[in-house]
């Protein structure tokens, strides 16, 4: 059985960091492109960052671009966003996702979710 946990959300002042971490495991993780995504209460759920298999390829919303980075450990069958620079627009339930297909991920096409972590950015 698939599992997908988040962890390292809580609550940060603007301009400050968070790093996001997911673990994986009952699937192979090398196997899955991985992303990161956001949602707020009464808005749809957006893509943030994904990265494919190897590391060779990540996208990042426009939004977050610059200041928030994905990284994976296949060893570690886990994946990472590093967060710095937050702002209050940045608060939302964070939530990790596995694919198989990079560019689906795009489109919140994943086969494994996790629950969540929420980040809050006071002003």
């Known amino acids: 059985q698939a599992h997908v946990v988040e962890s390292g959300g809580g609550l940060v002042q603007a301009g400050g960091s968070l790093r996001l971490s997911c673990t994986t495991s009952g699937f192979i993780f090398l196997d899955y492109s991985m992303g990161w995504f956001r949602q707020v209460p009464g808005r749809e759920r957006e893509a943030v960052a994904r990265?494919?298999?190897?590391?060779?390829?990540?996208h990042y919303a426009n939004s977050v671009e610059g200041r928030f980075t994905i990284s994976r450990d296949n060893a570690k069958n886990t994946v990472w966003l590093q967060m710095n620079n937050l702002q209050p627009e940045d608060t939302a339930m964070y939530y990790c996702?596995?694919?198989?297909?990079?560019?689906?991920?795009?489109?919140?096409?994943?086969?494994?979710w996790g629950q969540g972590t929420q980040v809050t950015v006071s002003s």
């Open positions: 990265i494919n298999w190897n590391s060779a390829y990540t």
């Open positions: 996702a596995a694919g198989q297909h990079y560019w689906e991920l795009q489109n919140m096409k994943a086969d494994y």
